[in-house]
């Protein structure tokens, strides 16, 4: 077989990405390029339940440059999956029905466990993490995925409505935050994940917690004052509790002009940063772990993946 290029799309409520690899004989890959682009697809979605025609139009704009990309590379294969935006919104049929007519092929809205799922593989492949209970979490702009399992593969699997765009839309409305408000979103964020813990309280202490996805890449790359985000830097690294408290400090004394100045933070999330650090920092204190391990691949990595599998 002699090496096809290929691309994986996420379309996300916050960000979309797109992974553009070469696969050569024997399921070995090579990345040409690892794109990602904050339109906000999924901006008011929560309150509105509709994709509006500002955030359509920007992530219209995204993947066009996406394909772009992939018609430059000579990319013959596209797959795109959307998740919670597409799922929520009583709109998301139209939508895609415009957004497959850009691509020239459909779009595949896929179930938080299937989201999750994907998560697991790619954390299992990307990560030498061999032998151990792993608890993987996926924390969106709508949603957030928690997925147990170990070298077998998934154990179970479980999404909840609690993402970075949905908590600051719906609950953080001053500039800079008040105090209550944060205050609400911690008792908020309590309130949904109680329902975890009969069912992982006697294995929570013996998980290995593994954080994808771009808030827990944002932390890691503003604790080591990224001016340039580094794969290799994030990639792997320990992300500590007191870490993550400390940032949720930094972000809540902070305008959101002010956050935009911080190294390592993309601007484009200086406004959902901080509903997303607090959501991991009431995560991890649920959890009762002092650190989680990061992996900077997620979805789209899944998707590879699960295509290399079906090649070998």
């Not at 509709?50 to 797959?79: F, P």
């Not at 850009?102 to 998560?119: H, K, M, N, P, Q």
């Amino acid at each position: 077989m002699s090496p096809r290029r290929s691309a994986f799309i996420d379309i996300g409520t916050n960000a979309i990405l797109c992974l553009i690899v070469e696969i050569g004989d024997g399921g070995q890959f090579r990345v040409l390029e690892d794109l990602a682009e904050i339109p906000r697809l999924g901006e008011r979605v929560d309150q509105t339940k509709r994709i509006g025609a500002a955030g359509e139009r920007r992530s219209t704009e995204v993947i066009d440059g996406y394909l772009s990309q992939c018609r430059s590379l000579g990319v013959e294969e596209i797959i795109a999956v959307g998740t919670s935006a597409l799922r929520d919104a009583h709109n998301s049929g139209e939508v895609r029905v415009r957004l497959n007519a850009r691509l020239g092929f459909d779009i595949r809205v896929i179930s938080g466990e299937e989201e999750a799922a994907y998560s697991f593989l790619s954390v299992q492949r990307g990560l030498p993490l061999e032998g151990r209970e792993l608890l993987v979490i996926d924390v969106g702009g709508g949603s957030t995925e928690f997925i147990r399992g170990n070298d077998s593969g998934v154990a179970e699997a479980l999404s909840v409505d609690l993402g970075a765009v949905r908590l600051t839309e719906r609950l953080l409305r001053s500039d800079p935050v008040k105090p209550e408000e944060y205050e609400g979103m911690v008792a908020l964020i309590d309130r949904e994940l109680a329902p975890l813990r009969e069912r992982w309280r006697k294995s929570g202490s013996s998980l290995t917690l593994v954080g994808i996805a771009g808030t827990f890449t944002t932390l890691a790359a503003v604790e080591k004052k990224l001016m340039r985000y580094s794969h290799s830097e994030v990639h792997g690294s320990r992300l500590t509790l007191a870490e993550v408290r400390r940032q949720a400090r930094l972000f809540l004394n902070k305008t959101v002009a002010e956050r935009k100045e911080i190294p390592g933070l993309e601007p484009k999330r200086a406004d959902v940063i901080l509903a997303g650090a607090c959501l991991i920092e009431r995560i991890m204190t649920f959890f009762h772990t002092e650190d989680v391990i990061v992996s900077d691949q997620g979805v789209r990595y899944g998707l590879l993946y699960e295509q290399l599998d079906r090649l070998t």
